[in-house]
């Protein structure tokens, strides 16, 4: 049996914001990290504050810690005449807190796991264990000894309650079985269920339950005669937590099958198997945070957790959902439904048709509620706690964000908020800035910034930060304190920090030339319904392209020109700016800057140009990237890389010696810049063969080959790696 639970991952909204330059069409690229919902707040660390549904935050409702617990889990609660008391795992003990937090012990279980507790208005204790589930009797007074009061032969005891005869009613898994105990060992099988455990439980007015199971998701209502009706069948396996408000309206809270508290994948017959014969069995409980659905049970799907609303007459209305917290309980009071999440020990409380966020607590769940005045009363695991909650709001609280990431080293701009503030020291706002990405002893210390319109704690206030030290990372704290003459609690409903990464050089990944001919050209190209062929050299300049339809979507295709090449390249840049470059050429031999423009302004990351236009030669090419169409003239920055040697070869290969050698003819061609690739023969007007080379393989500039002699007609064609051809008649040479 597992304990599992999932952090809640949520991060602030980012925008760009977009602020014209001294000159017209260039831009300074401003960034914003934009806090203003819910999950953006709950991405940050809240310290006596407390976040409603819309994204407004506030003073949290004052919770206090009671106790603080020894266990390592404290797995139910219940209402006791003194205080409370507590079962725990894994040393399945049933602890006694007093109203002042005094810790005693009542019972050490032989069993490892308290699943279950009840406190009768007498005082004694009724506690179920697992596995080998029993409940035991701790009759009240010093020294009372605990007695079995009920084994059912089940595995675990997950829930207990009064019935409205005044009977003990016991949930059970696996074999998913409620029972009715009306005196010590008279126990008797109210219902039996289809699915393998009864999870949750509630007393209805007028005496009917409500069961809630685990395997299938099963929301039940049970009536005095036996009569069960199911009431809804939710996607998420296992239902958690059941309330009923004093008109008859339910609420559960059913989870996904990751997110259970305890890994109840054992069918009835293989739990009671392994009981009967080994006479235990085991049940572990720890903290993980698995995302995979647990293998053999209903796949749940949709949000991690869902609240439901059942109306007196059955019907059943989703009411909220969680993608990310557990939910592992509820408990309805006037002013609201009360809800406990982990992983991060969230408390929430729903009213007027929104969810706030009441308290975040140090401890990592909030696994159950107990009714209490002028609040509830709420007991956390990981670490065990026993929480109440007091009248009033807390008298301060801290919020601290998220560490926000600016992606590269940044000068931060300004802070500006929005929200309520009902006197000038109720609402102070500070800031941190660093390198690394964890906070620690290299970033600044926390400064506040300086006020530049608004004044003290008025709305809209918006703060410089030009003092903040430049680095990647930053945080903002508020700190808020309730106004001294009318208690009120200052607000925010948003905040905005805005800030410019340090421009950094573009960099070029790679540059080079394709294949002689090959030219790249937009996908949706089409040369047989749009002019392919160049109509007119370029007025700008010696060099022509094929053209590019426009509608270019950015994607492209290789095609095949002769006499054009093409250069490519990739480039980044690591403030995201948008990027445009400039070509440039000059004969590879040439020594120095002697750079000649071919084109400039491009934004596509590839050039193909007629390349007829240079004397044959080997030339080399300059690409130059630069970021200035997003910043100004005096920061922009340029990075350079220079081409590896490209032959522009349009001359064919030429036929050298032509000697007749035993019924051979050896032949020599040769070409002045590209090496050769491909030598071929016909005779008498056949299909063409590849020709012998001399040395075994065409792959130099100058090759002989050997083709048998014949008396009629002999060609051989010759083709460069410039793909220049020519065919040459050998009958004119014998």
């Known amino acids: 049996m597992r304990f599992r639970a999932s952090a809640i991952v949520a991060t602030a909204a980012t925008a760009l914001l977009l602020v014209s330059g001294a000159q017209a069409g260039r831009a300074t690229q401003v960034k914003i990290f934009q806090t203003q919902s819910q999950t953006g707040f709950l991405a940050g660390k809240l310290e006596g504050v407390s976040v409603d549904a819309l994204g407004r935050m506030e003073l949290a409702a004052r919770a206090e810690r ?24 894994n040393a399945g003990k049933v602890l006694k807190i007093d109203k002042k937090g005094t810790v005693t012990e009542l ?49 675990y005891i997950w829930t207990l309650n009064r019935a409205a005869d005044g009977s003990l009613l016991v949930g059970t898994g696996t074999q998913g079985k409620l029972f009715r105990v009306k005196s010590q060992g008279k126990g008797e099988v109210l219902y039996d269920s289809d699915d393998t455990h009864i999870r949750a439980l509630e007393v209805l007015p007028g005496g009917d339950l409500l069961l809630g199971t685990a395997g299938e998701g099963l929301i039940l209502r049970l009536g005095p005669n036996g009569q069960v009706r199911t009431l809804y069948d939710a996607a998420q396996p296992e239902v958690v937590g059941l309330t009923v408000a004093p008109d008859g309206t339910c609420y559960a809270a059913v989870i996904s099958s990751e997110a259970s508290l305890t890994d109840i994948t054992k069918d009835a017959a293989a739990a009671t198997a392994e009981a009967t014969k080994t006479g235990d069995a085991t049940v572990t409980v720890t ?95 990981n670490a065990a706690a026993l929480y ?120 070029i990944d790679l540059f080079g030339a394709l294949e002689a001919g090959q030219i790249l050209v937009p996908a949706n190209f089409n040369p ?122 349009h001359t064919p290969p030429v036929l050298g010696e032509v000697r007749k050698e035993a019924g051979r003819l050896r032949i020599t061609v040769s070409d002045a810049l590209s090496p050769l690739r491909e030598v071929l023969y016909s005779v008498d007007a056949q299909e063409w063969k590849p020709a012998e080379a001399a040395d075994g393989l065409i792959d130099a500039q100058s090759e002989t080959v050997v083709i048998p002699q014949h008396s009629g007609l002999a060609l051989l064609r010759v083709t460069d790696a410039s793909y220049n051809v020519t065919t040459f008649n050998l009958s004119q040479s014998r």
Not at 72 to 79: D, E, G, K, Q, T
Not at 132 to 139: A, E, L, N, Q, T
């Open 107 to 155: 019972f050490a279980a032989p069993e490892p796991e308290v699943f279950a507790v009840w406190a009768d208005p007498d005082g004694t204790v009724f506690a179920g264990t697992s596995p080998r589930g029993k409940v035991y009797r701790i009759p009240p007074g010093k020294g009372a000894k605990a007695e079995v009061y009920l084994d059912p032969g089940e595995t």
């Open 66 to 89: 009671v106790a603080s617990l020894g266990e390592p889990f404290l797995l139910s609660a219940a209402v006791h005449p003194d205080g409370w008391v507590v079962g725990t795992g």
């Open 287 to 381: 903290v993980t945070d698995d995302s995979g659905a647990t293998p053999g049970r209903k796949a749940g799907s949709g949000p991690r957790s869902e609240i439901l609303r059942i109306s007196p007459s059955g019907v059943v209305e989703s009411l909220w959902s969680f993608a990310d917290d557990t939910v592992y309980d509820l408990l309805w009071r006037p002013d609201g439904l009360w809800i406990g999440t982990g992983l991060e020990g969230k408390l929430y409380r729903w009213a007027d048709d929104q969810m706030l966020l009441q308290k975040d607590v140090d401890e990592r769940q909030i696994v159950a509620f107990l009714p209490g005045e002028p609040g509830p009363s709420f007991a956390t695991t």
């Open 528 to 649: 047989s319904s749009q002019v392919y062929e160049p109509a007119h050299p370029n007025r700008e300049g010696i060099f022509t392209t094929p053209g590019a339809p426009a509608d270019d979507d950015g994607r492209t295709k290789v095609l095949w020109k002769q006499g054009f090449r093409t250069l490519r390249w990739g480039a980044t840049d690591p403030n995201d700016d948008t990027l445009v470059y400039d070509l440039s050429f000059r004969p590879a031999e040439e020594p120095g800057d002697a750079w000649m423009k071919v084109t400039e302004e491009l934004k596509e990351p590839y050039y193909s140009f007629d390349s007829t236009v240079l004397p044959d030669g080997v030339y080399r090419f300059r690409l130059r990237a630069s970021d200035r169409q997003a910043n100004e003239p005096e920061s922009a920055l340029v990075s350079e890389r220079v081409s590896d040697p490209v032959v522009n070869d």
């Open 388 to 507: 109440r909650v007091t009248a009033g709001t807390e008298p301060s609280g801290t919020y601290t964000s998220a560490v926000l990431d600016a992606g590269q080293v940044s000068r931060f701009g300004t802070f500006r908020w929005r929200g309520e503030a009902p006197g000038r020291e109720s609402l102070r706002f500070s800031f941190r800035s660093g390198v690394s990405a964890e906070p620690d002893r290299t970033w600044s210390a926390w400064m506040p910034g300086t006020t530049t319109r608004g004044g003290g704690g008025d709305a809209g206030q918006e703060i410089s930060l030009s003092a903040l030290p430049r680095g990647r990372y930053v945080q903002w704290r508020a700190e808020l304190r309730s106004s001294g003459s009318t208690g009120k609690s200052p607000r925010i409903y948003g905040a905005e920090l805005s800030y410019r990464q340090e421009n950094l050089k573009p960099k």
